[in-house]
Each structure stands twice: as C-alpha cells, then as structure tokens.
C-alpha cells in the first residue's frame, strides 16, 4: 500500500494559469513525480469572490483532484490558499499545502533587516494573507505590501521584459524599493514570468523569494518527512484538465510552465460530463 502511495500523482489547482509556475518548480524539484493540474478557467478569477465561494470552488477542485488518486495537493492560487487551507485540511485526509506558508517562511529566513516587501494582486494584498503568516513567523519584522495589478496581463501577453514592461515595474516598485526593504516575496503566481525585470529594478541588493520555489522546496520536504517521495523513476506523467479553454490557451500555458503542452482535458467539475480533450 505504502508504494502504491508512493507512486500516485500530486494534485495542483489554481484558479487559471498561473498556478503552471508552481508545476514547473515541482517538475525541476521533484522529476520523478506525476502531476495532475487542474486550472478552474470556467470561474477565474477567484480574487472577486467572497471567502464562501472560494472555499466551495476550492473544496470542488480538490475533490475531482482526489477522484485522480493524488497523495497530496497544492492549492497554487493565492486567493484560495489565504482563505481555503483550514477548511480542507480538516475535510480531506491527505497534505495539503498552499503557496503563501512557503514563500512567508523563506522571506523571514533570509532577511537582515527585518523589513520584507510583498507585491501581489490586489485581492491578495488586500487580504493581509502574506503580512499575517510574516508575522506569524515574526512580530518584529515590517511588512510593506503593493498591489501590482498590470503584472499579470502582461505576463498573460508573453510582455516580459523590455521598455515598457519596465516603466511600469518602475511605477510599483519604486516606492517599495526605497522603503528599505531588503527582501521582496513575488505573491502572485505570474510574476516568477516578471522576475528578470523584477529584479532589474529593485536591484541585487534586495532578495527575491519566488513562492513557486519555495512551495516546490516545502513539498519535497513533505514527501520525505512522510515517506511518500516517488524515487523509483527518473521521469514523469503531467496531467492537465481545465474547466474553460480559449483559443489561445495552449501557446500562453506553455509561457508559464516552460514546456510545449500537448493536451488539456476540458472538464466539468461541477457537474458529471467530461468534454473532448484538445
């Protein structure tokens, strides 16, 4: 049973696309391990949600994952991971991990100063997710947070470096830069796309804690605390069901998780039909 448990798949949603960076940190961390990914494109975003609803959409998405045999899941959504974790940690009896713990943790771990900046959509930085798990881990640290909402459309167009997308890295992160941070945790799912640019303006001397990374780290670490890591092969199945697609879905997923994506299962996680793949 334990090697059966072993060789099941890890289960990761998100809302939409951005949550395939935290797939490709798992697929560099942990090469031998299958994914299964869900993106809930059907009823992104989940930002402009009430906490209910997003528990419930999380609660849905963990259970189609579950029906796909995973020993573990990430909820590689911001939004879902401040308001979601409790609720299905006490509902389903496998690890459960979100992505705001890991980045939070890093970002504590690796400052001098003891001041940490947090840039994110506005519905995560105005959910106080990432400044309450900082100062969980520690009260005497300063959390200064910015919402930098033009990041994810360009990110979404492939515009990730050049002029323009570093006029606008200027606009938001200028004033977090001469606050005195010395430590900047990238909140957003789409923003590792941005990190190049990200770290062109606010300079060497400031850290940048990719969450994406930092889950990938955790999780690894799970798996080897519970002796559930698959190191019986060197390569592994990816999996991925979506609940919408558009046209140009396919050429934008492929941007974020590094890699030609060959086929997206359409599925209908709220009622029973599952529609053709792609």
Known sequence: MKNDTK????????????????????????????IIYLGDTARVPYGTKSGRTVIAYSRSNTEFLISKGIKLLVVACNTASSVSIPS??????????????????????????????????????????????????NPDIEVISKPCPLFVPLADEGWVEGEIVERVAEEYLNPIKNSGIDVLVLGCTHYPL??????????EEITLVD????????????????????DSKTSSERNFYLTDVSD??????????????????????V???????L
Do not use: C, W
């Open 88 to 137: 299905l940690k006490a509902e389903f009896d496998i690890p459960v991990l979100g992505v705001i713990e890991p980045g939070a943790k890093k970002a504590v771990e690796v400052t001098h100063k003891n001041k940490i900046g947090v840039i994110g959509t506005p519905s995560t930085i105005n959910s106080g997710a990432y400044t309450k798990a900082i100062e969980n881990l």
């Open 194 to 203: 941005l990190k190049n640019t990200i770290q062109k303006i606010v300079g």
């Open 211 to 230: 969450s994406a990374q930092e889950t990938a780290s955790q999780i690894k670490q799970i798996l080897v605390n519970k002796d559930l890591l698959n």
């Open 7 to 34: 060789n099941a798949p890890i289960g990761v949603f998100d809302s939409g696309i951005g949550g395939l960076t935290v797939a490709k940190e798992l697929i560099k961390t942990l090469p031998g391990e299958d």
């Open 271 to 277: 009622g029973t039909t599952a529609q053709p793949s």
């Open 248 to 269: 140009t879905f396919i050429s934008v997923a492929g941007r974020f998780l590094g890699e030609k994506i060959d086929k997206i299962e359409m599925v209908d996680i």
